[in-house]
């Protein structure tokens, strides 16, 4: 089994300081998601999924096991695919993160979001944010992509519904279309 | 009438709202003043509850209330609703919503926190103070069917439930007469749904309208309504239940009721503010039901060609703590077990059983899997005592052609009796050999060998019985707008019923099938029905919209023909207008029709039946229809760890027409994934305390794209009779046959050892034992 391939990837967390806040001590942060300045006061242990989910209402980023297994929550993070059940929201302050949400709409998809559609690359569609985060960050640095790579990268997001045949030909496709667009 | 989009590979309706993050689950409802709760569930298997004390919670920051059993109007403290009786279940045990005074699995909720939010809700679950005395817990199925075991439940006197026996002909008579009886035992260990989203409920009550609002991840929501205003004492039109997008259910998503389905409503009522429970992963592992613990001891009798001409299979089927559901699942397994076989004389018995661990209720395949895993097992072993060939040993017992329908003499789940309406056998096993390769395995094999490879080819069989009753339900409706809706019963988990719905009335209207909403899982849409299981949404709602679209065609035509002067006869629909044949410019849209059924004034011609362009209609089969199907595969073991890898995986399929060939061929290979975990991957392990050991997905290994191969589909369409549009089901067929296919190609790959699989899941650690064990013995290899 190759599991959690995507958890390769490190993130620096953040620190205020070396001092151990008590889980409910609360700190103001300020992050940019999707291009808005978000501020509040949240609790230190508040996870960066749920600050993204309940402050700024996002609910396009899913919460499938939040010990940073399904990678349903994986989100950009100053760019990198990260996920964002893993940090707390206290460790994102100053960063920029993107969500699903910051891709199409859908009267304008993204071509990425397209290529899901065409193959059939989704079902109940819980785990496909993620897995669209997580190729999109992956087909930014790999543009052409052999079926091998697209696997070994998808292992990193588990999803019940596909069996991953018609994501593995939508990110193929996605490469292609991609390309094109570049 | 023109099927421009019955048949084709359609893409989704749903797709764009999912894609964008702007699905609705049920985690994402945010309402004004929502409050949040936590469930304290028993860290004991077996234990009686001496002493709850909350007062520490009730004060802590943040919280709102605590129940405990006693806190719950007293019908609530009783067991729950018993889902589906049968009379060979004497002691049908069902959950409580709060544990009484002793617990009996990990797991089973103790008291609930509501709280300001989930973080303090959990911080102050932990301070509400258990005293537990543990009792012996009985976790083993064995040793739980035993007399001297410890009692899950005290009154029975026994932890053995059902005793259940089904016989065709004379088997025992057959069995004396065989030239040869070749009795196996089968080992299937449990594992759970794992979908992706785990459960949650919100609940809004709103006093002055008296109206009780529950979003539930449910694949049942009109039973949930129902029995909701049953249990709260609210009219059913006072409790709107929704299944909004629901992130996989697989079965396990339709339980009426979990317990935090009655503690979320309750408490929402009792503190009048909106109450939101999400599942996390570590409770759905233990408090989401699981499935697939069975034993059987199975024997097959043969003449000396291998034509059979008894089975007999004697098991256990382990219930867990409880069983609400019934004896769905043991039933399904014993009935499914004959497969695509003539077999004369048939009996199956079993023993439904408690054991102190979480609850069991189907889950995709619901006992299938079991069933084709001791009737292939058994013919492999036939093949194998007997050297024929294994896939002649299969097609001299298949039925034929000629035979349907084929009376197997067996009453199904639904209580009617197992009735194979159409099929191919002999066609569909054809050509999954052509699609594998099976003329030149014997020389690949050899070749492969050379190489120092052990790979394996595996072919196995089966057939499904889907789309059972009682009836599913529908309503379309054309508005003024033009617009097109249609309403059915049955909510989807991802099956694409928002597409495969509106391919159906989009034929029937001539319209494009963007421009029909479909609404399902929304009782305030569409107040009648079961829900979404056993493979039968396609069939009995699919039907359902089939008949309610061409009603609203029908009135369509009448409306017109009477707007615009004609005989019905004269009149065509085509493109969402209605023309009268050659006559140019005599047109009206189906928006002018649908305006010109629901006058202000004047009066309604008797034959329009109701107003407006509209009609609900009901699909009720007299009996389940069965697809069938077979899967082939070419494996490779790896001997020094244990691994397999699949070099090719086939899937050929009957599943009568198909309505969208994109949504069929997703179900099948989502299907083979979660079969290739339950054959290989994903085992529940307990401990001999009754701890869940495997409680996170590091643990239990869901297939993931490294270990899921690419899958080739070949269809075979032999319509059903039982229902117009001629459709079967097929959410259940890829996962069905996966672990008897696994376990065939494994004992080819490693013949030269002797091994031979009679347990599921397997796993790369479980395989090595095997192996190791097989070549510390050379002699038993032949």
């Known amino acids: 089994m190759k599991r959690g391939r995507a958890e390769g990837r490190t993130i620096k967390p953040r620190r205020n300081s070396e001092r151990v806040a008590s889980p409910a001590e609360r700190a103001q942060i300020t992050l940019t998601i999707n291009g808005t300045r978000h501020t509040a006061d949240v609790e230190v242990r508040k996870t960066l999924a749920d600050f993204i989910r309940e402050e700024a209402g996002l609910t396009g980023t899913h919460l499938g096991c939040e010990h940073g297994v399904c990678g349903a929550c994986t989100i950009h993070l100053d760019g990198q695919a990260v996920r964002s059940c893993l940090m707390f929201a206290v460790q994102a302050q100053g960063a920029e993160i993107t969500t699903v949400e910051s891709l199409g709409t859908p009267e304008?998809?993204?071509?990425?979001?397209?290529?899901?559609?065409?193959?059939?690359?989704?079902?109940?569609?819980?785990?496909?944010?993620?897995?669209?985060?997580?190729?999109?960050?992956?087909?930014?640095?790999?543009p052409h992509p052999s079926d091998e790579q697209i696997r070994e990268v998808l292992s990193g997001n588990l999803c019940r519904c596909t069996g991953y045949q018609g994501i593995v030909a939508a990110v193929r496709d996605a490469a292609r279309r991609m390309r094109g667009t570049a | 009438m023109g099927t421009r989009y019955f048949?084709?590979?359609?893409?989704?309706?749903?797709?764009?709202?999912?894609?964008?993050?702007?699905?609705?689950?049920?985690?994402?409802?945010?309402?004004?003043?929502?409050?949040?709760?936590?469930?304290?569930?028993?860290?004991?298997?077996?234990?009686?509850?001496?002493?709850?004390?909350?007062?520490?919670?009730?004060?802590a920051r943040g919280v709102v209330a605590v129940y405990t059993r006693t806190d719950l109007p007293e019908h609530l403290q009783q067991p729950l609703p018993k889902l589906i009786p049968h009379y060979a279940l004497i002691h049908h045990k069902t959950q409580y919503a709060l544990a009484p005074e002793k617990v009996r699995y990990v797991g089973e909720p103790v008291a609930f926190v509501v709280a300001e939010s989930r973080y303090l809700a959990e911080d102050a679950a932990e301070l509400v103070e258990v005293e537990y005395e543990p009792l012996p817990p009985v976790v083993d199925l064995t040793q739980a069917a035993q007399p001297n075991a410890p009692l899950v439940h005290e009154d029975m006197g026994t932890n053995v439930c059902a005793h259940h026996t089904q016989r065709v002909g004379n088997v025992e008579d057959a069995f004396a007469r065989a030239a040869h009886v070749f009795t196996e035992r089968f080992v299937m260990d449990r594992g759970t749904a794992a979908p992706m989203e785990c459960r949650g409920i919100v609940a809004q009550w709103e006093p002055k309208m008296r109206q009780l609002t529950v979003w539930d991840s449910t694949q049942a929501p009109i039973p949930i309504r129902n029995g909701l205003a049953r249990l709260l004492g609210l009219p059913q039109g006072g409790v709107r239940v929704i299944a909004p997008d629901v992130g996989g259910g697989f079965g396990p998503k339709i339980m009426m009721f979990y317990p935090e389905e009655i503690l979320v409503p309750c408490a929402a009522m009792q503190l009048g503010r909106p109450v939101k429970w999400i599942e996390d992963r570590r409770e759905n592992f233990v408090a989401m039901n699981q499935e697939r613990e069975q034993i059987h001891v199975a024997a097959i009798a043969v003449d000396s060609d291998g034509r059979i001409l008894g089975v007999r299979t004697n098991f256990l089927y382990d219930s867990g703590a409880y069983i609400p559901y019934g004896i769905i699942v043991p039933i399904v397994a014993s009935t499914t077990l004959p497969g695509p076989y003539k077999i004369p004389n048939y009996h199956c018995e079993f023993k439904a059983v408690f054991t102190n661990k979480t609850i069991v209720s189907p889950y995709r395949g619901?006992?299938?899997?079991?069933?084709v895993f001791v009737m292939e097992r058994l013919m492999d072993r036939v093949a194998k005592e007997l050297r024929i060939d294994r896939t002649e040993v299969r097609r001299r017992n298949l039925i034929q052609p000629h035979e349907f329908p084929y009376e197997v003499g067996l009453i199904y789940?639904?209580?009617?009796?197992?009735?194979?309406?159409?099929?191919?056998?002999?066609?569909?096993?054809?050509?999954?050999?052509?699609?594998?390769?099976?003329?030149?395995?014997?020389?690949?094999?050899?070749?492969?060998?050379?190489?120092?490879?052990?790979?394996?080819?595996?072919?196995?069989?089966?057939?499904?019985?889907?789309?059972?009753?009682?009836?599913?339900?529908?309503?379309?409706?054309?508005?003024?707008?033009?617009?097109?809706?249609?309403?059915?019963?049955?909510?989807?988990?991802?099956?694409g019923h928002f597409t495969s719905f509106a391919q159906i009335v989009a034929?029937?209207?001539?319209?494009?099938?963007?421009?029909?909403?479909?609404?399902?899982?929304?009782?305030?849409?569409?107040?009648?029905?079961?829900?979404?299981?056993?493979?039968?949404?396609?069939?009995?709602?699919?039907?359902?919209?089939?008949?309610?679209?061409?009603?609203?065609?029908?009135?369509?035509?009448?409306?017109?023909?009477?707007?615009?002067?004609?005989?019905?006869?004269?009149l065509e629909l085509q493109d969402g207008k209605v023309f009268v044949r050659g006559v140019p410019g005599r047109t009206m849209t189906l928006a002018e029709i649908a305006v010109a059924a629901n006058p202000l004034r004047g009066t309604i011609p008797e034959g329009w039946e109701q107003p407006g362009l509209e009609a609900s209609?009901?699909?009720?089969?007299?009996?389940?229809?069965?697809?069938?199907?077979?899967?082939?595969?070419v494996l490779e073991v790896d001997v020094q760890t244990g691994m397999i890898k699949i070099l090719k995986y086939v899937v050929v399929h009957d599943c009568g027409r198909v309505i969208n060939p994109l949504i069929l061929d997703g179900q099948i290979h989502?299907?083979?994934?979660?079969?290739?975990?339950?054959?290989?991957?994903?085992?529940?392990?307990y401990d001999e305390h009754g701890q869940l050991l495997t409680q996170t997905f590091m643990d239990y290994l869901l297939p993931t794209a490294m270990e899921v191969p690419e899958i080739e589909?070949?269809?075979?369409?032999?319509?059903s009779p039982l229902n117009p549009l001629g459709v079967k089901g097929a959410g259940e067929a890829g996962v069905i046959p996966v672990a008897a296919l696994i376990a065939q190609a494994i004992d080819d790959a490693l013949m030269e050892f002797g091994v031979r699989i009679a347990e599921m899941p397997l796993s790369p650690n479980r395989l090595l034992e095997i192996i190791q064990a097989a070549r510390k013995q050379p002699a038993a290899a032949s």
């Open chain 1, 108 to 142: 304008r998809l993204h071509p990425l979001q397209e290529a899901f559609r065409d193959h059939h690359g989704l079902q109940c569609g819980f785990c496909t944010p993620g897995i669209l985060m997580s190729t999109l960050a992956f087909l930014r640095e790999s």
């Open chain 2, 413 to 495: 789940q639904d209580n009617a009796p197992v009735i194979y309406d159409s099929g191919d056998y002999p066609a569909t096993l054809a050509k999954a050999l052509q699609m594998i390769g099976y003329d030149m395995w014997p020389e690949r094999r050899a070749r492969y060998r050379r190489e120092g490879r052990y790979v394996g080819l595996g072919i196995a069989c089966y057939v499904e019985g889907s789309g059972i009753g009682p009836y599913e339900g529908a309503r379309v409706t054309v508005e003024p707008s033009g617009k097109v809706y249609a309403a059915t019963s049955v909510g989807t988990q991802g099956q």
């Open chain 2, 7 to 59: 048949g084709e590979r359609v893409k989704r309706n749903e797709d764009p709202r999912l894609l964008t993050g702007r699905g609705t689950f049920v985690d994402d409802i945010r309402l004004p003043g929502m409050l949040h709760g936590a469930v304290l569930r028993s860290p004991h298997a077996h234990a009686r509850l001496l002493s709850l004390d909350t007062s520490k919670a009730k004060t």
């Open chain 2, 713 to 719: 589909i070949g269809h075979l369409e032999t319509p």
């Open chain 2, 617 to 633: 209609r009901y699909f009720a089969p007299p009996r389940g229809t069965f697809p069938n199907g077979v899967h082939a595969c």
């Open chain 2, 507 to 570: 034929d029937a209207l001539t319209v494009p099938v963007e421009d029909v909403v479909v609404v399902t899982g929304d009782t305030g849409a569409f107040g009648w029905g079961t829900g979404t299981f056993a493979s039968r949404a396609a069939v009995v709602a699919g039907n359902a919209v089939h008949l309610a679209a061409q009603a609203v065609r029908e009135k369509t035509l009448k409306v017109a023909a009477t707007k615009l002067e004609a005989r019905v006869e004269d």
């Open chain 2, 366 to 371: 619901a006992g299938r899997p079991h069933g």
């Open chain 2, 670 to 685: 989502g299907g083979v994934a979660q079969g290739l975990g339950g054959a290989f991957y994903e085992r529940l392990v």
